[in-house]
């Protein structure tokens, strides 16, 4: 009541006043969202001119290579040659000019809401014949450059430089073109979707396809260091002499090479050391010619020896007071052990080499380790289908050597008979008894076929009755199943009384004789022997001792 009496009453002037605040503030609000979202709209419609600024030109030097370079070039080059190094060029043009087509469409008609994902999402399903480019991209190179030692190649190349305007000076600038495509598409879309709100009806398209561009743009990137250390491999190995095996291999990775000395007694010899990801291998510089220089396209260095990072231990030796930076590898080959020093000018150039060394063979460890983890693991896998195999197969003979043996017993058992005239006897016993167990087994079934109908009969009429009727009918099914029990038991003590009737209508000296051949036969087959590597018991052959 207090709170009541207590209240302030506006005037009109007052509350037109708030009105009036109140509106200007929304006022407000809305003009500071609007200017935000047209700057978000601003930055996202110059990344998307950027995309076609850069779509033009790339489509310009691939527009260059077709009808330029490659008809020039196809004059002094083979067919198989020009195939690789030009093959897909026409093909990725193709599909890039449809695409800056959609693009331009989109930018004709371009506002706040126009989605541009659907376009990524359709061109992402295509852009695995960059990944083939990529893949066939080193290959390119090594064949444009043993063609470009051929005088004729070299002059026509210089040639079509000088008589024509190109957006690119060397042939290598071009074909690297598809490579670096990928990643700027990634690049470019990953900007435009933070330029997107999550509101935006193009935001999920967007990421999406921005994600398969992704998986895509990370193959080429890797593809790419991939074949720049295949090529620089490639290079140490041309310029190398001596007698070894060669340094390209999957798997391998070039980590480090460079020049240091190696000490040899009380003489520094200046070495050529190379660091794979498996091995390090050192070379000798050759002699020089008698005027201090080396003939022109002779080889420098001459392979001296290589050892695996398995058997490689580094050692530090710093001895600053009298300016000697210095390491030791200590090798092992062929059961010899190798004690290398290597000299340095300065402490960080000996604690570099000392690292990459240090982190190659841990690296290498580190893989060995897994391929042996792997391997045992496969191991094991083979082990245990090996163990189900072999078990299938003890169990097969096992059945297979009692089929044979219940077969021998079976015929040895009709040959008594037959010697001692009771086979007829046996038959006519056996048939009548056959005959009395399917009178029982057509007995049972129309036993069990009324019981289910009668419990049916009981599921769908109980939930009707009261207790009393319900107590009713359990008591005329107790005792319908006693009279079925009880016809049952009759039943077969007649088929016993029967087959006993039948056997006491035999002689006394038959009987007597069929229990004794009949004891004999047990005897005989408990004393069989069972097939090779089986057990009468049910154990598996492998938890045998």
Aim: with cysteine; proline share 3%; charged share 30%.
């Amino acid at each position: 009541m207090d709170s009541l009496e207590n209240r302030v009453e506006y005037t009109p002037l007052q509350i037109e006043a708030v009105k009036k605040i109140q509106s200007f503030w929304k006022s407000h609000i809305f003009r500071c969202t609007v200017k935000k979202l047209g700057k978000i709209h601003s930055k996202r419609t110059r990344v998307f001119d950027e995309l076609l600024e850069t779509e033009a030109l790339y489509i310009n030097g691939l527009c260059q290579i077709q009808q330029i370079i490659m008809p020039e070039l196809e004059k002094v080059f083979s067919l198989s040659d020009a195939k690789v190094i030009f093959g897909l060029i026409p093909t990725i043009l193709a599909f890039n000019k449809e695409f800056r087509l959609k693009l331009e469409t989109k930018r004709n008609t371009w506002s706040f809401v126009e989605e541009i994902g659907p376009i990524f999402e359709e061109i992402s399903q295509y852009l695995k014949i960059y990944a083939v480019y990529c893949k066939s991209y080193t290959d390119a190179i090594i064949t444009l450059e043993r063609c470009m030692k051929k005088t004729e190649v070299t002059e026509t190349i210089k040639l079509l430089f000088e008589t024509h305007s190109l957006q690119y000076n060397t042939i290598p600038s071009y074909l690297i073109l598809p490579v670096q495509r990928i990643p700027r598409y990634n690049l470019l879309l990953k900007e435009i979707v933070k330029l997107t709100l999550p509101t935006h009806p193009d935001y999920k398209t967007l990421v999406s396809a921005q994600h398969k561009i992704n998986e895509i743009a990370l193959y080429i990137n890797e593809k790419t260091r991939d074949d720049e250390n295949k090529r620089k491999i490639n290079s140490i190995q041309a310029n190398m002499s001596g007698k070894f095996k060669t340094f390209i291999e999957a798997g391998r990775a070039l980590i480090r090479d460079g020049e240091l000395f190696e000490k040899v007694r009380d003489r520094k010899k200046r070495r050529y050391v190379i660091l794979f990801s498996d091995k390090i291998v050192f070379s000798k510089e050759k002699k020089q010619s008698r005027f201090g220089s080396f003939k022109p396209g002779s080889l420098r260095w001459e392979h001296l020896k290589e050892f695996s990072l398995a058997n490689t231990i580094v050692t530090s030796h710093l001895d600053v007071p009298r300016g000697i930076f210095s390491f030791s590898l200590t090798c092992s080959s062929s059961g010899k052990d190798y004690d290398i020093e290597f000299l340095a000018t300065n402490e960080e150039d000996v604690q570099s080499w000392i690292n990459s060394i240090n982190g190659a063979i841990r690296d290498f460890k580190s893989r060995a380790e897994e391929l042996d983890n792997s391997k045992i693991k496969i191991a094991k896998q083979k082990a245990a289908q090996a163990k189900t195999m072999l078990e299938a197969k003890y169990v097969e003979m096992r059945v297979e050597g009692s089929t044979n043996r219940f077969d021998s017993l079976r015929r040895k058992k009709n040959e008594i008979l037959q010697s001692e005239g009771l086979t007829n006897s046996i038959e006519n016993i056996a048939g009548s008894h056959r005959s009395c167990i399917s009178a029982i087994s057509s007995e049972d079934l129309s036993i069990l076929t009324k019981r289910s109908s009668l419990t049916l009969q009981q599921n769908k009429i109980y939930s009707k009755l009261s207790y009393a009727e319900r107590v009713e009918q359990e008591r005329i099914a107790k005792e319908r199943i006693e009279e079925l029990e009880k016809f049952e038991q009759d039943k077969q003590t007649e088929i016993k009384d029967q087959l006993k009737n039948k056997f006491d209508s035999l002689t006394g000296s038959k009987k007597a004789s069929y229990r004794d051949k009949l004891s004999q036969v047990r005897q005989r087959s408990s004393t069989d022997a069972l097939p090779p590597g089986a057990n009468r018991s049910s154990s598996s052959f492998f938890d045998k001792p």
